[in-house]
């Protein structure tokens, strides 16, 4: 072991005290609860050693408000010399915490080598070993070349608007290099990127009859049922005949997807409490929401145009079938190529850290790194950190203590190769 990971090894208590610390701030997204606190605590830690910290709120930016300001918390350290900008991006946000937990999910308990807790491995584990990492680099190289930046941003559970789609908004990643963004995609892979994503809302509409005399009136439901027989027997078998070159994880990721996220059809429901009877009425509407995942060989535009022919091709059969269609969110694939900076140099960090080569895979939701690729122009960005990605939203949530070691370590040698001007 060199000097620098056997710095890094002897910061373990550090990184679990760390760790342990940003679980017990419960950041629950929605709403967006204690953002102030973990940047707080952020700013408390860092300043001291000499880092630059700032603290941004997204003002206007959706969900934000008196109640749940939407804050952001980033770190710079600017080295002695001229040189690269490395940058670390982590949400410090975490989803609800559900059903079915054995352990205190704000407790941060440490029980062998695990740490459980809402948001340990996603994203808490990686923000803690980004920092370790930065601060055993620094404190083995004290006039590094370039800068460090160590970011911790709102809402990317809820799309990042608030977060790093703000931020790059603001430029804050114009000066920026290379970014590492720590989701929890295991310590011994690189993630180049994700799918996209087209979500819609389909409504077919008919008119509202007796429900004694359907045939005075048009079923929107039945023309809903048209639709989705439609989609049985061409879509799903079309998609699942295309596959990407993106090394997509989990393997049935690789080719297209699409989930029908709700249907509605007919009257309001009731709240439970309600004891009475439905009145029989002929549903006038119906409405799914469609969430296609694409790949990068696939256009946005071709994607929207499939499902449209879909449905010119039931109205075709049936006379009078009428619909609408209404966009409500898209992302463009995003995938860094193998041979960036960023991706090489983390490459051999896990070779030299872990004695085995580099997995390469791609993410089937998005994350972030949208936002860096769209917004902020910059294409030398992966995911790369701790934790087993599957348990992330679960009950029982944990990060290795291990694997956060091992992945500081990666993250302090890129640092080193980057940044040392050796
Ligand atoms: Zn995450």
């Known amino acids: 072991m060199d000097d620098l990971t056997r710095s890094v090894q002897n910061r373990r208590d550090a990184l679990i005290r760390l760790t342990q610390d940003l679980i017990r701030i419960p950041t ?3 709403p967006g609860r204690r953002y102030r606190d973990i940047c707080d605590y952020l700013e408390a830690r860092m300043a001291p050693q000499g880092w630059e910290c700032q603290l941004i709120r997204a003002h206007g930016t959706p969900g934000d408000s008196a109640d749940f300001p939407r804050w952001n918390f980033v770190a710079r350290r600017k080295g002695a010399r001229p040189g690269d900008c490395v940058h670390f991006n982590s949400h410090h946000d975490v989803v609800e915490v559900g059903h079915g937990w054995t352990h205190d999910p704000f407790g941060g308990e440490l ?16 923000l803690a070993a ?30 990042g608007y608030g977060g790093v789609a703000y931020l790059a908004e603001q430029g804050a990643f114009a000066h920026v290099d290379h970014v590492i963004i720590p989701e929890p995609l295991h310590k011994d892979r690189i993630c180049l990127g994700h799918r996209g994503v087209w979500w819609a809302e389909i409504e077919t509409q008919g008119r509202i009859a007796h429900g004694s005399m359907p045939f005075l009136g048009d079923c929107a439901v039945r023309h809903m049922g048209a639709v989705l027989d439609e989609m049985e027997a061409t879509l799903w ?18 080719s297209s997807t699409m989930n029908i996220n709700s249907i509605h059809g007919g009257a309001v429901e009731q709240p439970e409490s309600f ?13 799914i929401v469609i969430d296609r995942r694409f790949l990068i ?126």
């Not at 948001?119 to 990686?126: I, S, V």
């Not at 070349?145 to 809820?158: F, H, K, L, V, W």
């Not at 078998?237 to 690789?254: D, Q, S, W, Y």
């Not at 009475?276 to 409405?287: I, K, M, S, T, Y």
């Open 130 to 159: 980004s920092i370790i990492a930065a601060e055993a680099f620094v404190a083995a190289n004290p006039d590094h070349a370039g800068s460090i930046e160590i970011s911790a941003t709102a809402d990317e559970e809820t799309g």
């Open 275 to 287: 004891t009475g009877l439905p009145a029989p009425c002929v549903p006038d509407r119906c409405r």
């Open 28 to 30: 629950l997204n929605p």
């Open 297 to 422: 060989e696939e256009d946005l535009a071709e994607v929207k145009a499939e499902v449209t022919a879909l449905l010119e091709k039931v109205k075709a059969r049936r006379p009078s079938f009428a619909y609408e269609i209404r966009d409500l969110f898209e992302v463009i694939p995003s995938m860094t190529e193998k041979d960036a900076p960023v991706v090489r140099t983390t490459a051999a960090a896990i070779e030299r850290v872990l004695g085995r080569e580099a997995g390469y895979v791609v993410s089937p939701g998005t994350y972030d790194q949208k936002h860096i690729d769209r917004i902020g122009k910059l294409k030398n960005c992966i995911a790369y950190g701790p934790g087993v990605l599957d348990l992330a939203h679960q009950p029982d949530e944990w990060i290795g203590v291990g694997d956060m070691i091992d992945s500081a370590k990666v993250m302090a040698l890129v640092l080193d190769d980057l940044l040392s001007g050796k």
């Open 237 to 254: 078998p079309l998609l699942a005949g295309k596959h990407t070159e993106m090394p997509v994880i989990p393997e049935g990721a690789r």
């Open 111 to 126: 029980d062998g080598d695990r740490i459980y807790g809402r948001g340990a491995c996603d994203m808490k584990g990686g």
